[in-house]
Each structure stands twice: as C-alpha cells, then as structure tokens.
C-alpha cells in the first residue's frame, strides 16, 4: 500500500532543502499542496495579493537565503502574472523554483479554459522549464534546484498536472542538493591574466554580481590595496566595497556616472571580476579600444571588434585572483589623492540641500536612521538611480534593488521577503508613488503577515526618468503625471497607516515611529523630483 500522496512528497521535499515560505494565489488545483503545506513543520504558504509579488517575493528568499524561493501560480492569468517575477529572478540571478497548474496529458493541446502552454510560456524566462510525474516528483524537484542553484543562478519552472497531488505514492525524501561545481580555470589562462595584468600601466578593477555570488569580497579588497587599484562597481554588487575606502570609485550606470567616467576614461586595462553586463554593457561605459581582461564562470559578452580581450578566465574565480595576489606588491600608475577628490566632489553633490525637499535629503535622513545592519529595499525609478549611487551599503545584501530586470512594482514584495527572511532585523522599502500604485496590494500581505517595517513613498506625482527624456527630446509632457497634485491618499491604506512629511525633520520623526511600530507603516515624504534632472541619466562613456 502506497504511504503517501504527491502534494506531501512534494512539499516535503521543498521543506527538506531549505525553503521556508511558498508564495502564491492557490488554485483548486493547489489545494491538496495547501493542505500539505499545512500539515508540514517549517514551511508556510505566504498568501499574496498578485502573483508578480509572489514572484518577486520567492526572488529575494532565494538571494537571501541562497535556497531557491518557490512561488505558485495557477493556469492562464495566474502564470502569466507569475511570469513578471520569474523573469525578475533569471535576469537578476536568483535561485527559484516557479511551480504552476498544468493541464493533465489528456487536455494539453485541447481548447480548454484558462489553457495555455505554460512550458512554451516559461522557456525563455527560466533556465529550465519542467513538469512532474507522480513517481519521480521528488527527483524532479531535485533537478529543478540544481540547475536554478548552479552557474548564474536564475528560475526553474516545474509545472504541477491537474488530478496528480493526490495521487498515491510511496513516501521519498529528497537527497541534500548542491550547485554544480565550477572548475578551475585553465594554467595557461590564468598566466594570460597575470601577464596582461603585469603589463598594463592603469588598471581598474569591475565588480559584479558574480563576485557577490562567488563570496570574494576580501581577494578584490587586497587587490585593491596590494596595486593602488580604482573599484568600480555595478549597482547590485553595492556593499562590496565601502564608499569610504580610498581605493572605491563609484557605481557605474547610475546618478552622476559621467564623474565615474572620469575614472575609468584613464585606464589602459579594464579588469572585470564577475562583471555580469545584464546590468550594463561594457560597450556602454568602456570607450573604444579600451581592453578587457575578464575573470568570470563564463566567458565575456563583449564587442570584441572594438575591445580586445586581454585575457580571459573562465572557471572558479577566486584562484584567478589569487593567481594576482601572488604577484610582488607595487603600486600602478594611478592618484588616489585624485581619486578621493573626485569622490567628494560626487558626494558632495549628492548630498541634501537645504533647499525644497527633495530625495537627496529624505535618503540622507533614512540612511541615518537605518541601522547599518538594516535592509533597504528599492523600486525602479529616478531615486534607484540615486539611490545607487548616493546610498552609502555596509555589506551585500543590505541594499537590494532590481537591476537586471527592472521592474517597476518590485520594492515593496522585496522588503516584505527580506522581513520574512530576517524577522529580526531592520527592514524599510523606498518606492516612488509610480511604482507603489503597481503593487500596492501587498499592503494586505505586510498586514496579514504582521510585518514590522516600513514603507518609504517618494511622492512627486511624476514618472521622473520619463519626463526627463521627454524634455530632453523638447517633447511636451505628456503621460508621466501620476495625479495633478496631493498625497497617495487617506491616512491608511490597506489597513496600513499613512504619515506625510513636507520637510526632513517631519520624516526623521515619521521614520523613527515608523521603526517603532508594531506593524506596517507608511511614510510619504512629498518631494521635488527637479532634482533629478541634474543628477540622473548622465553620460556612461567618455
């Protein structure tokens, strides 16, 4: 006699390699895993709003705890509304299993209601789209977090066919499941690397999310120090380098990067560690002939008709920093006197002012009533511009923001996700009122969950970056005004309650309250978005 039935092997096997929280709208189809999640120690079904915030919810899981999140969505509309997260966590490098319904075999192919085919849908939104069959379930689970875990990590979709949950089964437990791993790099590449490195006058070191991923934060740092190198970095490898370290040059693509340029327009060899250009092309900041020497898991995607690839690393990437490391200490051509003056004079324009409230002082205030071990959270936007380059990030992970995918409407389930996976600490999302009216809803989700953080609105009733494009094509504004005027609206929403702050002491003592709740809080600081003109959208090249 069979000991189980599939939705408990499932979820079982879920709960077994790490994952805590399931995101979704569950189905009729869902049902049995409901029950299965119910009866489950250490796992819990998080009901969302819109299955976009679930998706987006199971991506930051999965960058924060480095187990695949796991979202759900039923058939037709509710795969397709999963769909904007799954693309989200492929394109920003995150581990998730993407389950939906699936139409049993008798019906795929047939005109059927809701029927769509959801392998055809997540194909190019996933690294791998699969569906289960009652017997080897579990092995498919296994298969699907393997391959979200492994290289770039990124969705995996695992289709659930209708009528199968409660099919019985025998009982089996799911083997401890690991990323695959990454070779070494070849000798003959890795002295390719150390005699381009050697020859080149001015140097700068590129980080990207893949040495987030690969944990060598302390091998860039003492290349840094060891050469008297500029660092460089990509908005989501932020925290990887202070911002008061004197070797840090600043973020690349974001607020004021043409003073950036000024940097990297020096160098004779750009060395690019984990550079991954799904956040920003090297053709769109490197200027011309400029040389690439390139230490990653995967070979450079890189015109090399303009940029000649000096070297190229490809495999595990802290022996090819060793491989640096190992040679004699000597300081290269740069001035790091020059350096730090440049980088004050790019802060110091990013600072509040004392003029009209805008977002460079309401992220100066947050930023200092923000514990430095807190997590902030951002939408797309203008102020994510700002944010990436203005916001000073303690560690990886303590600022999260969507870069490869960049979408609108991602701030909010983000911190609601960061809070779950770190109940203990502080957690605050910044979103402009464009991008919160698109996942407001998870308003209800924070209060459901009795979440303890706070939700940080922008609001200048403009589609900043938008607008400021239109101008710059002297295009009249048309279609960027979120309201004529005003606030968000009422003193709550969703049950969450609402402060307004005209000026930085009103937010400094919103925000400190808000930190104090015992709920969700809100706090909209009514701001000039003018001040992004001068700031945002600068030129990357040189």
């Given at each position: 006699m069979k000991s189980t039935n599939v939705a408990r092997n499932v979820i079982g096997a879920l709960r077994d390699m790490g994952v805590r929280h399931v995101f979704g709208v569950p189905s009729g189809g869902w049902v049995d895993y409901m029950e299965a999640i119910r009866t489950t120690d250490g796992i819990d079904f998080v009901l969302a709003s819109h299955e976009g915030g679930a998706g987006f919810m199971a991506d930051i899981c999965g960058r924060l705890t480095g187990v695949p999140g796991v979202c759900f969505g039923t058939f037709g509309p509710g795969a397709t509304n999963l769909a904007t997260g799954v693309g989200g966590a492929?394109?920003?490098r995150s581990p998730m299993i993407a389950l939906t319904d699936e139409m049993p075999a008798a019906l795929r192919g047939r005109t059927v209601q809701m029927g769509i085919d959801h392998q055809a849908l997540f194909a190019p939104l996933t690294k791998a789209t699969m569906r289960i069959e009652p017997d080897t379930a579990v092995d498919t689970l296994?298969?699907?977090?393997r391959i979200a875990l492994s290289g770039r990590p990124g969705a995996v979709h695992v289709g659930l066919p209708q009528g199968m949950s409660g099919v019985a089964v025998d009982a089996v437990h799911i083997a401890p499941v690991a990323a695959d791993p990454i070779p070494a790099p070849a000798a003959a590449d890795l002295d390719a690397l150390v005699a381009a490195f050697a020859a080149a006058e001015k140097p700068v070191l590129a980080i990207g999310l893949g040495a987030v991923h690969a944990g060598v934060q302390n091998e860039i740092l003492a290349l840094a120090e060891r050469f008297g190198l500029p660092v460089l970095l990509t908005p989501m490898a932020k925290g990887m380098v202070a911002e008061i370290h004197p070797n840090y040059a600043g973020v690349l693509f974001h607020a004021l990067s043409d003073l950036v340029g000024l940097t990297h327009a020096e160098a004779d060899l750009v060395v690019a560690v984990g550079y991954d250009p799904i956040e920003f092309n090297f053709?769109?900041?490197?200027?011309?002939?400029l040389a690439l020497a390139n230490i990653d898991i995967v070979a450079a995607d890189i015109d090399?008709?303009?940029h000649p690839v000096a070297a190229e690393t490809v495999g595990a990437i802290a022996p090819a920093l060793d491989a640096l490391l190992a040679l004699p200490a000597a300081a290269k051509g740069w001035d790091l006197a020059a350096l730090a003056a440049r980088k004050a004079?790019?802060?110091?324009?990013l600072a509040g002012s004392n003029g009209p409230f805008g977002p460079r002082a309401a992220l100066d205030v947050l930023r200092d009533v923000l514990p430095d071990d807190g997590i902030m959270t951002c939408d797309v936007g203008a102020h994510t511009h700002l944010i990436g380059q203005h916001w000073r990030t303690p560690a990886p992970g303590t600022q999260i923001m969507t870069n490869g995918w960049s979408a609108m409407g991602f701030g909010l389930p983000a911190a609601i996700a960061a809070k779950l996976c770190r109940p203990d600490t502080p957690v605050c999302c910044v979103l402009g009122d464009g991008g919160f009216l698109m996942t407001a809803g998870e308003l209800a989700t924070a209060v459901r969950e009795k979440l303890?953080?706070?939700i940080v609105i922008f609001t200048d009733n403009d589609l900043a970056l938008i607008r400021i494009k239109q101008e710059k094509k002297s295009n009249p504004i048309y279609g960027t005004p979120v309201r004529a005027e005003g606030t968000i609206g009422g003193p709550s929403i969703f049950g969450v309650p609402v402060t307004?702050?005209?000026?930085?002491a009103e937010f400094r003592a919103a925000l400190e309250a808000g930190f104090a709740a015992d709920g969700p809080v809100i706090v909209e600081a009514?701001?000039?978005s003018r001040e992004y003109d001068t700031l945002v959208l600068r030129k990357d090249k040189p």
């Amino acid at each position: 006699m069979k000991s189980t039935n599939v939705a408990r092997n499932v979820i079982g096997a879920l709960r077994d390699m790490g994952v805590r929280h399931v995101f979704g709208v569950p189905s009729g189809g869902w049902v049995d895993y409901m029950e299965a999640i119910r009866t489950t120690d250490g796992i819990d079904f998080v009901l969302a709003s819109h299955e976009g915030g679930a998706g987006f919810m199971a991506d930051i899981c999965g960058r924060l705890t480095g187990v695949p999140g796991v979202c759900f969505g039923t058939f037709g509309p509710g795969a397709t509304n999963l769909a904007t997260g799954v693309g989200g966590a492929t394109l920003d490098r995150s581990p998730m299993i993407a389950l939906t319904d699936e139409m049993p075999a008798a019906l795929r192919g047939r005109t059927v209601q809701m029927g769509i085919d959801h392998q055809a849908l997540f194909a190019p939104l996933t690294k791998a789209t699969m569906r289960i069959e009652p017997d080897t379930a579990v092995d498919t689970l296994a298969e699907a977090a393997r391959i979200a875990l492994s290289g770039r990590p990124g969705a995996v979709h695992v289709g659930l066919p209708q009528g199968m949950s409660g099919v019985a089964v025998d009982a089996v437990h799911i083997a401890p499941v690991a990323a695959d791993p990454i070779p070494a790099p070849a000798a003959a590449d890795l002295d390719a690397l150390v005699a381009a490195f050697a020859a080149a006058e001015k140097p700068v070191l590129a980080i990207g999310l893949g040495a987030v991923h690969a944990g060598v934060q302390n091998e860039i740092l003492a290349l840094a120090e060891r050469f008297g190198l500029p660092v460089l970095l990509t908005p989501m490898a932020k925290g990887m380098v202070a911002e008061i370290h004197p070797n840090y040059a600043g973020v690349l693509f974001h607020a004021l990067s043409d003073l950036v340029g000024l940097t990297h327009a020096e160098a004779d060899l750009v060395v690019a560690v984990g550079y991954d250009p799904i956040e920003f092309n090297f053709e769109g900041w490197m200027r011309d002939g400029l040389a690439l020497a390139n230490i990653d898991i995967v070979a450079a995607d890189i015109d090399r008709t303009v940029h000649p690839v000096a070297a190229e690393t490809v495999g595990a990437i802290a022996p090819a920093l060793d491989a640096l490391l190992a040679l004699p200490a000597a300081a290269k051509g740069w001035d790091l006197a020059a350096l730090a003056a440049r980088k004050a004079d790019m802060f110091a324009r990013l600072a509040g002012s004392n003029g009209p409230f805008g977002p460079r002082a309401a992220l100066d205030v947050l930023r200092d009533v923000l514990p430095d071990d807190g997590i902030m959270t951002c939408d797309v936007g203008a102020h994510t511009h700002l944010i990436g380059q203005h916001w000073r990030t303690p560690a990886p992970g303590t600022q999260i923001m969507t870069n490869g995918w960049s979408a609108m409407g991602f701030g909010l389930p983000a911190a609601i996700a960061a809070k779950l996976c770190r109940p203990d600490t502080p957690v605050c999302c910044v979103l402009g009122d464009g991008g919160f009216l698109m996942t407001a809803g998870e308003l209800a989700t924070a209060v459901r969950e009795k979440l303890r953080m706070v939700i940080v609105i922008f609001t200048d009733n403009d589609l900043a970056l938008i607008r400021i494009k239109q101008e710059k094509k002297s295009n009249p504004i048309y279609g960027t005004p979120v309201r004529a005027e005003g606030t968000i609206g009422g003193p709550s929403i969703f049950g969450v309650p609402v402060t307004v702050a005209r000026d930085p002491a009103e937010f400094r003592a919103a925000l400190e309250a808000g930190f104090a709740a015992d709920g969700p809080v809100i706090v909209e600081a009514l701001l000039d978005s003018r001040e992004y003109d001068t700031l945002v959208l600068r030129k990357d090249k040189p």
